[in-house]
């Protein structure tokens, strides 16, 4: 598996392009992401949203259009794809699959898990795939999402956390923002951040 990494726009949101056998997903196409897109996929297959927020859905419609693939974002986030609450101009986008919570998915041998962990949002997800978890906005390097945004849920968020500390397994975690960190390495904190919220 090969994970390519860029963060977007003036919030430097991560776009990762995600190779298995031949297969390219990508995941968060934030704002300015499409030219990076296009020129490093060879044969892309999805995109994947780990939530609606306009920071990694705003080029949605374009790559999807540009490629010809097939959009999967979190049922509960589908409002957001047509309206922000933080900003004008998000150009729109339809999914084509509105993921259920904890949904996996079977593309010819590679298995693609989102995992709904609300709070940030009301669809946030992370998506596994392989040894790595995308996690969006919900986990970061030592740090969670924010729970004080429109149709954030504080409760909702220290459930999903510990539904986190729960995971008997490790692997490589590559956020919405800043840099990698692991399941285990997080869930030393997560006593910490649901005593905070």
């Known amino acids: ?109 590679t298995k693609v898990k989102f995992r709904h962990f609300p709070g940030h949002s009301p669809g946030c997800s992370t998506i596994e795939i392989g040894d790595a978890m995308f996690s969006g906005d919900f986990i970061f390097n030592r740090s969670i999402g924010r729970t004080d945004l429109p149709y954030s849920n504080p409760e909702d968020m220290k459930k999903s956390l510990q539904k986190f500390k729960m995971l008997d397994y490790d692997k490589t975690v590559y956020p919405g923002h800043g840099d990698k960190t692991s399941i285990k390495k997080e869930q030393g904190y997560v006593d910490y951040w649901i005593e905070a919220i």
């Open 1 to 109: 598996m090969q994970i390519k990494a860029q963060p977007m726009g003036m919030y430097q949101t991560n776009c990762y392009i995600v190779t298995v056998d031949n297969k390219d997903f990508i995941i968060d196409p934030g704002i300015e992401a499409t030219e990076w897109v296009l020129q490093n996929v060879t044969n892309p297959v999805a995109i994947l949203n780990t939530h609606g927020h306009f920071d990694h859905v705003w080029c949605n419609a374009e790559v999807k259009e540009r490629l010809n693939i097939p959009l999967y974002t979190p049922k509960g986030d589908i409002p957001m794809l047509s309206s922000s609450s933080w900003t004008d101009g998000l150009p729109p986008s339809v999914a084509d699959v509105e993921v259920e919570p904890d949904e996996e998915f079977d593309f010819d041998g």
